[in-house]
């Protein structure tokens, strides 16, 4: 079976657009009735940068998704074109960048194309080249932020992405393999893609533009020449261009580049819930009201989340006006937060929408749905998907002090078992099954037995209450 590789484009290329007349577009890119990009190109190219670095490590490593083996191929050190390892000499590796700022002379890039380099040089179109200062770099984002002092510099205007459709015409910019600046087209293929690193921040724009290793830091701009993104990473079974490229929006970058500016790194907000997608099997069972959000299933003690009320089973639907539709939403969005920064929250509580005040303080975690099973069961039953269970005794000051009368604790958790991937763990009591209180096995077995898209436990942990979901 072909191997499928996720790719952060380090060769490097770019991309950049510059600001164009639409009407002066319009007329000249049909002139003689011959469609063409040429003249929106002409004015974004020279925002385009090749950004080349020098680093002593003997391999660099600056590919976050690379397996070090499969990628040392792709690295430019022309006296080792076969990419063997080498105990000696600096290694060398290009990019791509976009001029944003010409009178700052701040330069976009990605973080993976700067990382641990000893020198950044930056190179113009017009042949100009100037060492570059690091303002500062955000791994979780894989954004950089570069200056030059330089005259006489384009820069690309951001575009506003709340209109960008998929379906929509971009156009890549770049220098693929080396080979000198190149320019592609393709379409949005889909919009608010995550996932390639769940550690990371991440809502890319995906495209089919044919983008290859060489293009990281490059532009993506829409056909009026303005900057809609920056290219980061591929999906490819060889390590070229398959149709699937991802680049980091603008709206995420300028978040960034604030950051960066003022501190030289991004100091990540925390409200300090643990959250999950709200899907529709969870919404027809727990009955929210909300339809989508961020189900919160742990509030931390000490938290922004704690102290503003936020509860378990609270449905997190929007944050400063900005819609909420999945935990990864709202992590990305509280994440780029200013800490200290006042906000207002909306969300579904038993059913009715509250809104409540909060102020933000670190970095959320979101807390992937798991696979797991509930099926019929004897109501004597002491084992449910992998977990050992028994009848709590309802006197202890741990389930007493947490407001129940009782409910089933959990004695051991096979580590291979549904149970143990949704994230229940030996000395949970659990109190609540589908929002229906349990007291004992008994009353557990028979909740669970009832059919439900999926299973939500509440859970007593070290005093506090959490929300696991088994679906």
């Given at each position: ?117 000893d020198t950044i040089t930056v190179s113009l179109q017009d042949g100009r080249e100037f060492k570059a200062k690091l303002l500062g770099s955000d791994a979780g984002t894989d954004v950089a932020l570069l200056q030059i002092e330089a005259d006489n510099l384009r820069a690309l205007d951001f575009a506003d992405i709340s209109n960008l459709r998929v379906g929509d015409y971009v156009v890549a910019i770049g220098n693929p393999f080396g080979i000198g600046q190149t320019v592609t087209s393709g ?285």
């Amino acid at each position: 079976m072909k191997k499928i590789v996720v790719t952060c484009l380090l060769l490097l290329s770019v991309t950049a657009m510059g600001t164009v007349n639409v009407s002066a577009l319009s007329d000249e890119a049909t002139r003689n009735g011959v469609p063409s990009l040429a003249p929106m190109l002409e004015g974004v190219t020279p925002a385009v940068v090749n950004i080349s670095t020098t680093q002593a490590a003997r391999v660099p490593e600056q590919l976050r998704f690379f397996n070090e083996n499969d990628l040392r191929r792709f690295f430019s050190d022309p006296s080792n074109p076969l990419g063997e390892p080498s105990q000696r000499g600096p290694v060398r590796a290009s990019g791509s960048g976009v001029i944003v700022d010409a009178d700052a002379g701040f330069v976009i890039t990605n973080h993976h194309v700067i990382a641990n380099a000893d020198t950044i040089t930056v190179s113009l179109q017009d042949g100009r080249e100037f060492k570059a200062k690091l303002l500062g770099s955000d791994a979780g984002t894989d954004v950089a932020l570069l200056q030059i002092e330089a005259d006489n510099l384009r820069a690309l205007d951001f575009a506003d992405i709340s209109n960008l459709r998929v379906g929509d015409y971009v156009v890549a910019i770049g220098n693929p393999f080396g080979i000198g600046q190149t320019v592609t087209s393709g379409i949005v293929s889909a919009l608010g893609r995550g996932g390639l690193n769940n550690q990371n921040y991440e809502d890319f724009i995906q495209t089919d533009a044919a983008i290859n290793v060489g293009n990281s830091g490059g532009a993506l701009v829409d056909l009026e020449g303005r900057l809609i993104g920056i290219n980061t990473a591929i999906i490819s079974g060889s390590g070229s261009n398959a149709g699937i490229a991802f680049a980091v929006p603008v709206d995420m970058i300028s978040a960034v580049m604030e950051h960066l500016q003022r501190d030289g790194e991004v100091r990540r907000g925390q409200l300090g819930v643990q959250i999950q997608d709200l899907n529709s099997l969870m919404e027809e069972t727990l009955r929210t009201g909300a339809g989508k959000g961020a189900l919160v299933t742990n509030v931390l003690p000490g938290s922004a989340a704690e102290a503003a009320g936020i509860e378990v089973s609270d449905v997190i639907v929007e944050i400063d006006g900005r819609k909420v539709e999945s935990g990864r939403e709202l992590r990305n969005i509280v994440g780029l937060m200013r800490v200290d920064k006042e906000v207002q929250l909306v969300l579904y509580r038993n059913g009715s929408r509250e809104t409540l005040t909060a102020t933000i303080g670190g970095e959320s975690r979101s807390v992937a749905a798991n696979d797991g099973e509930s099926t019929g069961r004897r109501l004597d039953e002491p084992v449910f998907n992998g977990a050992q269970l028994r009848t709590f005794d309802p006197t202890v000051a741990a389930v007493q002090s947490a407001g129940v009368r009782g409910g089933v604790e959990v004695v051991e958790v096979d580590q291979q078992s549904p149970a143990f991937r949704a994230g229940l763990r030996p000395g949970d009591i659990i109190y609540e099954v589908n929002r229906n209180s349990v007291g004992n096995l008994r009353e557990f077995n028979q909740t669970v037995s009832e059919p439900a898209p999926v299973t939500a436990l509440g859970v007593i942990r070290e005093n506090r209450r959490m929300l696991i979901i088994l679906s």
